[in-house]
């Protein structure tokens, strides 16, 4: 079985401010963990994903993501908020069970301060 | 330009009818996925096909029905028997079965009255 848990539906910043959204998960096999954006009203865009191998990864619009075993977590995180960064943001996790099907959380909504 | 196109944006229908979803892909995948996002409950999975012909029920099936007879295009119907079928509806691709990231369609926001 794999779950998905994203801590704080909704997290504030201060435009220029650090973000970081949790994102912990549960697999009984090394997974593949994502994390996508979500506009109003549009629909999901691939920021970062980790397969193996290293486990900091870099995505796109300066958001990385450090993959923790021991912590089971897959926390994304950005230097400098900008009001672009508004948006609701979804983290996944694929673990091979058979069906290979993607496991999405309940999403966090980020609110950038200006 | 390759990508995932949905049709209607907006769709209004009456209480006890049918009514199907367009999702058409250019990305030559092989995979095809529908959600349904609700506010607060993030992405469920109604049906997925990972080869033309074929597709399997995902873990919100019930009052949906969908085909694969083409590999570019997968539609959904949402049926009488849905019971709440308000919702923004995604379609998804990813390029085969397997662990690799699904690609998004821009939505398509359903309203039964």
């Known amino acids: 079985a794999q779950s998905v848990t994203q801590l704080g539906s909704h997290v504030s910043v201060s435009e220029g401010a650090l973000v970081l959204l949790r994102c912990n998960y549960s697999?009984?096999?090394?997974?593949?963990l994502f994390w996508y954006v979500q506009y109003p009203n549009q629909g999901l865009q691939l920021l970062l994903k980790?397969?193996?191998?290293?486990?900091l990864v870099k995505g796109i619009n300066g958001f990385e993501a450090e993959f923790k075993k021991s912590e089971t977590s897959f926390h994304l995180t950005k230097p400098s908020a900008h009001m672009s960064d508004a948006a609701e943001y979804f983290c996944a996790v694929s673990a091979v069970t058979g069906n290979e099907k993607l496991t999405f959380g309940t999403g966090t909504r980020l609110t950038i301060i200006p | 330009d390759g990508g995932i196109t949905q049709s209607p944006k907006y769709l209004f229908r009456k209480e006890g009818q049918n009514v199907t979803l367009s999702c058409e892909q250019n990305l030559n995948h092989d995979a095809m996925y529908w959600y349904r996002q609700d506010p607060g409950q993030g992405l469920r999975l109604i049906y997925y096909s990972q080869i033309v012909n074929d597709f399997q029920k995902g873990d919100i099936a019930e009052g949906y029905s969908v085909s694969r007879e083409k590999k570019e295009s997968f539609p959904l119907t949402v049926t009488s028997a849905q019971k709440n079928p308000t919702a923004f509806y995604l379609c998804a691709s990813s390029i085969s079965r397997g662990r690799y990231e699904q690609y998004f369609g821009p939505g398509t926001r359903l309203t039964v009255t």
């Open positions: 697999s009984s096999v090394p997974p593949y």
């Open positions: 980790y397969t193996t191998g290293a486990t």
